[in-house]
């Protein structure tokens, strides 16, 4: 009997307890009836109606500026023209945020045959806007013997800096006189 009194207990515990959890999570329900009329079916909209009714949370702040900043993306007029003007050779390293492109090491054009002569190019964004002193321009030549043995790096001057500028700076005027009158 005691056995069968057992049962009969565990059942009805477990009955009363299963109400009890359902009542509570009831209790606790987010379910509000609304009118269809008054909440905006657009989900931007309903964003920005909770926010401005003051409902809902955020994690984190809201001003605080969090990752990196990319003040040279490839909607910058700059950024774009360079990458236009340097095309006939590959980059080996380009950081938008760092406001920095380098281009790999391509043929100099050397004016015998016992030497090779290579070139590489660095631009430094200073600015993003489209002006003179937006750019600072190196050219650094490697001089080598005997296949790539005995090699020799130099940072040089030369008027190739003057002129990549300069094309790079006609390009991103172009480029943003374009954007504009698109807008």
């Given amino acids: 009997m005691n056995k069968i009194f057992s049962h009969q207990f565990f059942k009805l515990s477990s009955i009363a307890l299963l109400s009890l ?20 079916p657009n989900a931007s909209d309903r964003v920005k109606k909770n926010q401005e009714e003051g409902r809902g949370f955020r994690l984190g702040s809201v001003n605080k500026k969090s990752g990196g900043t990319f003040d040279f993306a490839s909607s910058n007029d700059l950024w774009r023209a360079t990458i236009d ?3 006939f050779v590959p980059f080996s390293n380009a950081s938008y945020s760092g406001g920095i492109l380098i281009t790999d090491w391509f043929d100099g054009e050397s004016n015998t045959k016992s030497e090779k ?5 660095t631009v430094r964004f200073l600015t993003n806007e489209v002006r003179a002193d937006a750019l600072d321009i190196n050219i650094h030549e490697r001089r080598c013997k005997d296949n790539f043995i005995n090699c020799n790096i130099k940072e040089i001057k030369s008027k190739l800096e003057s002129e990549i500028k300069i094309a790079i700076l006609k390009r991103a ?4 006189t374009d954007r504009l009158k698109k807008k």
């Fill in 117 to 121: 002569r290579d070139l590489k190019i």
């Fill in 21 to 40: 959890f359902l009542l509570y999570l009831n209790s606790c329900s987010m379910f509000r009836p609304v009118d269809a009329r008054k909440i905006p």
């Fill in 173 to 176: 005027a172009y480029l943003k």
């Fill in 85 to 87: 003007t340097l095309d």
